[in-house]
């Protein structure tokens, strides 16, 4: 028994939870997933491994070089983790396409994996809680609008406080950049996309590098520049429209401005028909989600107060995700929460806390080997019941059963004796203020189950 | 948009489902969770990914060759994916130590990898769900018979028909190969550990090999052979130990023998106390469960009338688990049910469909486009009882809308056409007999909330 000891270590990058933080996180995950579920969209499960042809046919970029590659020994196979949930759902939809009913809405709660630097708040494996839909040819805009309403209502129940949409729409952006003459429009989304954390000056470097001249770059900013209200940001809008028309632009472009308008107006106005308050909604023409496939309404989330966390929940339209997969055009809308970051800055602004978390109700206590057989009767009656109920089956003194009751946090102790035994009754004491009662097991059930 | 196709395939060897399918996988797997829980069981959650000195800490054996490494790239740490949930849960156990009540009991439902030669039914990443009850320094028996009543419990819940646990010592076999003069008692549990697979006379051949004499296989034979009942097994088993006695072999053995006897009576019967009706325990001589830690009480549970499916779920003592990771005796006791192989089994012996899966609660179908404000608030109105509510926001046909509330097995249809909206009523259909009723909100929410 002299063998050298293995350090118990995990590796860095990883979040692991000690068991009352871990309720906490679940309970989170929980009402996330019945959130999901309750607005109609079905669960899926993908394999955390799949080809990697399949998780690079996009080509994959930036993400490429923090990928987690399988060693596949004996495989002919490049296999690697996934890195997010949108590239298999899309490898799922075009697998299956003929078996799913279109407009497709899965949601999906997994572990995704990159291998990225190390640092605070950054996992290496981390959850993401996705929702899409999927439409086969079209997809109605209205879906647009659906997707953020459902995550105002899973954040009202996590109770962590006020959110605020930023939504805005690239068709709209990419059909006002064409009318001042730039062609790259990609490279210049992605500059935009960093002014809440670069700020203009920055942004203006790199779009001056990216050859936009000082004029274009001031009518850039001019258009971005956030208004007093959304109603303002609408008319601002309306009149840039009515410009363009009179400029007389190439047609194409105007046409595509009109069209992202219009989305954009739409999405605005169904998200509060679909509850979320006007107040909590905000037109926002710099956000772009500058990395991503979205090539309509694009939408980020923020924590009223805490807008320095960044964006808690992204999302938007894409045209036609599964195109490396099948010819039928797939248009879709779709966001997810990264949750493992999310956990981890709620819990460092000091939003959720693991000692609310009940989780034992009741702990049954033995007081000595001859009372076991009813006490486990105690617990069985309690327990089909539904109660949560955890028999304490150690020896030892009554002290340090009591002791282990607080431990592990139960709300009540369920004391059997000599005495208890006989008059088969309990004595139940209420662990957080010490009060203590002889009962029957039919008060002590309606106890347990009345008031939690 | 000429590009090529790339396959939406999956790896052979792993499970992806269907969305009907997955409802019930989920269903399954949720009714487990919510017995580990109300049990007492605390969640845990481990990374997929640990160090390789971690993981193969025991050694490791077999397993190591199934393993699925990670490819490590420019990091200096060899990594891998878990290939159980016993391993983490002793490393987790002896990291955290000082932070952990004790006896801790904890759950864990995630999914493990090992590379396995494909077959049917045979699947390299799959769920197992995991409970265990780690004391420090002793754990009382007792918790050996309760860990089989809580899959008792949760098989009923599953509702898939009776199961049966087939209880054993290894402490007993132990001491009872040691009044054999068998030294080597690991692989010949190992042999034993075949006897239903591969039968007596081929198991014979195998503990011949090992040098044992025809004699002393006969003796063996003797022994494990199953006899009418529990009790006629118990009789047996302490006559066995009378005569053991009387021939006065060394005294440590038949100590090690009366331990292990003692303790399956006490399983045995602390069993029956905690639900589980003496019928469905069978004390089973030749389970051994050979290529695992255990030191105690093995068990293994079979399906009544598809024995044949092999254990769906098995567990047992381990007196140490932790001893590579900490210097602090951690004895345990643990099971773990392999819940993708037992869907598959489950589903081969149609004993699941996932056609009775009502998902969809109410489709509401605005009938056109000046019904969807009307529609919307229908919706808002249902999800925020709780009901789960799709609406459908495309346009077409109402044909073609009902066709695929159809398609995606909705119980009602909630249509909402310009008279609906009118009289602030809607049209509820019943889509399992086409019945209709003119109804308003308030009535469609008791018809929806009721009778589920």
């Keep these: 028994m002299s063998e050298k ?58 993400t490429t070089k923090q990928i987690y590659r399988i060693d596949k020994g004996a495989s002919s196979t490049e296999q690697a983790l996934r890195f997010d949930l949108t590239v298999p759902m899309a490898r799922y939809v075009a697998l299956h396409e003929s078996e799913l009913p279109f407009p497709f809405r899965r949601y999906q709660i997994a572990k995704v994996y990159r291998g990225e630097r190390s640092q605070k708040g950054r996992y290496r494996e981390f959850y993401q809680c996705d929702i899409d839909i999927v439409g086969r040819e ?22 962590i406080g006020a959110v605020s949409f930023h939504i805005n729409n690239r068709r709209l952006l990419n059909g006002f950049f064409a009318t001042l003459g730039i062609s790259d429009s990609e490279s210049v989304l992605r500059a935009v996309d960093k002014l809440t954390k670069i700020g ?13 001249s000082e004029e274009t770059v001031g009518a850039l900013f001019d258009f971005l520049k956030p208004l007093e209200s959304n109603a303002a940001t609408l008319t ?6 009515a410009a363009l028309d009179e400029r007389a632009t190439s047609p194409g472009t105007v046409a595509a401005y009109r069209e992202g308008l219009n989305e954009l107006r739409l999405v605005y106005e169904r998200m509060q028909a679909f509850g979320v308050p006007e107040e909590r909604i905000c037109i926002d023409l710099s956000i772009t989600r500058g990395l991503d496939y979205y090539t309509g309404t694009v939408f980020e989330t923020f924590l009223c107060g805490y807008e320095s966390i960044g964006s808690i929940c992204s999302g938007g339209r894409y ?38 978390g009940e989780y034992i109700r009741a702990l049954v206590l033995p007081m000595s080997g001859e009372d076991l057989a009813y006490a486990i009767e105690t617990a069985n009656f309690l327990r089909a019941a539904g109660v949560c109920a955890q028999i304490y089956l150690e020896g030892g003194k009554a002290k340090k059963k009591l002791a282990y009751a607080d431990r592990v946090g139960a709300r009540y102790a369920v004391l059997i004796g000599e005495q208890e035994r006989a008059e088969q009754r309990v004595a139940l004491k209420d662990l957080t203020n010490a009060a203590q009662w002889s009962i029957t097991r039919e008060e002590l059930l309606e106890r347990l189950c009345g008031g939690r």
């Design 200 to 212: 203009e000056e920055a942004v203006s470097g790199l779009l001056r590098e990216e050859g936009l």
């Design 5 to 62: 000891l293995v350090s118990p270590a995990i590796l860095s990058g990883f979040m692991e939870l000690l068991p009352q933080e871990q309720i906490v996180f679940d309970r989170m995950k929980e009402t996330i997933e019945n959130g999901f579920r309750r607005y109609g969209f079905w669960p899926l499960d993908t394999p955390a491994i799949e080809k990697s042809e399949v998780l690079f046919s996009k080509g994959g970029g930036e």
């Design 319 to 356: 045209d036609n995700l599964a195109s490396n997969f099948t010819k039928t055009h797939l248009p879709g809308v779709g966001l997810s929460i990264g949750l493992t970051r999310l956990y981890y800055q709620l819990q460092q602004a000091g939003l959720i806390s693991s000692e609310k």
């Design 236 to 241: 601002m809008l309306d009149r840039v429209g």
């Design 138 to 159: 079209q997809l109605a805009v209205e879906n647009d609008a659906e997707m953020p309403s459902v995550i105002y209502h899973i954040f009202q129940e996590l109770g």
